[in-house]
């Protein structure tokens, strides 16, 4: 795994800066505002600081063998992995740096401080689960190196039981776990570990997916998902930041002819924003709506709420998304509650993947302290993760989605 600190004037510049030199696959770890230095440093503005990490197709750590076997000046070989000791300089060389000793980007904003407490407390050694899993390692010769490195063994104990208790899915907890373990070694810091669970979930779920503008003409943008979730409130939200924040031209439609209350609170968003809407009944005024708002930069259309297990209703969904292919851009959002269980998620999401592909929104994260779901569509599924929201405020209470912050809570086992 590549590990690598960008600069620019902004969040974008550096990005871009790193995507030039490491490829479209980063991810971004870390943001923080760099103050500059030197005598004239109070007339500068702050420049933006990103950490980027890329994965490598093979990941090896390499633990040191003995004091003596490091050179003098303090220099390591371009294949050794970083932790908080090291830092790699322009020239592509790892020195020591005795700022940053033990330290893996500021604790991980104190994750790893939470998750030592956590583990030193007699009441959180609670690791069954593990404990079990472990007895057939401990027959092989894995048994003696966890013997060497007790400190280790229970810290990874911790953070297994940690993400089941955030209610990630035992069989992705234990692909994390083995994949961790592929690069155990006996004198492995838990600090290296916790970095190495940290950066590989947070690789997983990608980088987030906002809405973008089409190429040319606009862009129809679909929600679809079960009744409940919230999506008409999350188009209201979405709605608002476009028009007021990016003064962008919106118009909302609504195919929910059921709901009379969905089809009128849509109405009154629309009104407020200043923003045309209309109730579509059949695919040829939806046709015709595209057409009359050809010159808009959005077109957000609310669809009918209906059971995942109903086979009509799902044909005519699907009949309904794809009767706009060729005429004009689209995405698809599928629309979810944090609250849902777990299977009923699976099988949401399995029905709705023969409608379309998508890409996941995420609602009332308010209302759950438990974040493993998400993590568990996206293993599941493969969608990339766009939005959530986490409250009924227009247009606050909606963010685009954080990996960072939503491994932290799982790693942590706090919101």
Known sequence: MIIKKFQGKTEAEA???AKKELGDGVVVMNVRSVKPKGF????????????????????????????AEKPSDGVLQRNTPITGAWQKESSGIYRRDTAEIGAIEEKLDSLQTLLVQQFKNPQQEKAEVYEDAQEEAKASAKEP??????????????????MLENEVDEKYVNQIMEEIEKVHKPNMPFDYALANAY????????????IVPAKSGPKAVFFIGPTGVGKTTTIAKIASKFTVEDKKRVALLTTDTFRIAAAEQLRTYASILEAPFRVIYTMQELEDAIHDFKDYDYILIDTTGHSHQNEEQKAAMKELVHCVDGIVEKEIFLVLSATTKYR?????????KDVAGYKLIFTKLDE???????????????????????GQNVPEDIEKFNPQKTVKSLLSGRT
């Open 199 to 210: 950066q590989r979930m947070v690789l997983k779920f990608g980088p987030a997916e906002e």
């Open 344 to 352: 009923d998620l699976v099988s949401i999401a399995d029905s709705y």
């Open 368 to 390: 759950t302290s438990a974040f493993g779901n998400i993590l568990n569509l996206k293993f599941h599924t493969g969608a990339s993760l766009s939005y959530v929201t986490c």
């Open 40 to 67: 004239f440093a109070s007339f500068k503005k702050p420049i933006t600081e990103v950490t980027v990490a890329l994965e490598e197709e093979r990941e090896k750590f390499v633990p040191a063998k003995k004091e």
């Open 15 to 17: 990005t871009e800066l």
């Open 145 to 162: 190196e966890e013997e060497k490195n007790p400190e280790l063994a229970k810290f990874l104990k911790l953070l297994y039981n940690v």
